[in-house]
């Protein structure tokens, strides 16, 4: 299909980061949809360097996550380097590392991590050649538009990291201002993946098959990112999948069908991380499963609220639907 260096990527769908989101089982369950690269969700160098008991459980890989990128952030090359690594050390099986240059979250900015470092194009190089010059595999990165509708600066910082030897990059075409507000303006990047060295996977707005469609064809972008718009709705990711491959367009799944996705991601979560935890994450993840389906207001009000067990999602979900 496409590669990133010499890692053959058998599919145009990369699952996006996605903090607190992406971990090891939900990348698992979203894998066989037709993800051909997950990325793990976002890690601090600090993090690791420091010894956070959590940060290690970020780092966790599987045979059916590969190929699989362990997204890090921080601001210095110093400090990646020494968290890169660790992460070589405690998972000989990563693929890639990708750096986080997109996050416009002001707790990470303000570190001079994430977007932040958009704002200055030399600092930006000279971070990821040091960085890339450090590493035995592919490092890809992921960028956004700019700092402010102002400081566009997509093109020169895409120049930046191509003679940095980074190996593919992903660009969320919103600026950090914008976080995740009004639209992703793919227009602004327009043909650009067809002027690039390296690979380009479009990221922002990947709600449906025609979203995706409609953002690659008009970026020229290799592959498209699949993020928020996933959560709930792993068949988009198959819709993709089989669009790019065969141009068949999958009909959406029935409201039975996302359900009993959603049981087994929450089979797949108590297994990683214990009943009592997964039942917290769920509550941010269990409504989405019904998102795209009518009446059901009332159900996705009671599953963010009241779940504690395996045994609550279902009593509530029968309480609803059948």
Not at 45 to 54: E, P
Not at 58 to 64: G, L, Q, R, W
Not at 165 to 171: D, K, L, N, W, Y
Not at 263 to 271: F, G, N, P, V
């Amino acid at each position: 299909m496409w590669n990133i260096k010499n890692i053959k990527i058998d599919s145009h769908v990369v699952l996006g980061p996605m903090a607190g989101v992406t971990f090891l089982s939900y990348r698992n369950f979203m894998k066989p949809f037709g993800v051909g690269l997950s990325v793990s969700e976002m890690v601090s160098d600090c993090g690791l360097i420091y010894g956070n008991k959590t940060t290690l459980e970020y780092i966790k890989t599987s045979d059916i996550d590969r190929p699989c990128a362990i997204q890090l952030f921080g601001s210095s090359a110093d400090t990646l380097c020494k968290a890169i690594d660790i992460v070589l050390e405690n998972n000989k099986n990563i693929d890639l590392i990708d750096i986080n240059i997109g996050c416009p979250v002001p707790k990470v900015t303000k570190t001079g991590a994430g977007s932040a470092l958009l704002k200055d194009t030399k600092k930006l190089k000279e971070i990821m050649t040091k960085v890339v010059e450090h590493l035995p595999i592919p490092v890809t990165a992921k960028i956004r538009l700019g700092w402010d509708d102002k400081s566009i600066n997509v093109f020169e910082n895409v120049k930046a990291l191509e003679e940095a030897g980074v190996a593919m990059i992903a660009i969320h075409v919103r600026t950090t201002k914008q976080m995740y507000s009004g639209k992703a303006n793919y227009e602004i990047i327009r043909d650009l993946g067809k002027k690039m060295k390296v690979p380009l996977v479009i990221s922002g707005d990947i709600y449906s098959l025609e979203d995706a469609i409609k953002a690659k064809e008009i970026t020229g972008a290799t592959a498209v990112m699949v993020a928020r718009g996933g959560m709930g709705n792993p068949h988009l990711v198959k819709q993709i999948d089989t669009y790019f491959n065969t141009g068949e367009k999958l009909p959406d799944v029935s409201l039975e069908e996302n359900i009993q996705y959603l049981y087994k991601l929450t089979d797949m979560m108590i297994e990683e991380k214990g009943e009592t935890r997964a039942m917290m994450i769920l509550r941010g993840i269990a409504p989405k499963f019904f998102a795209n389906y009518p009446n059901t207001k009332a159900l996705k009000s009671e599953l963010a609220q009241h779940l504690f067990t395996r045994k609550d999602l279902v009593g509530i979900v029968n309480k609803h639907i059948h």
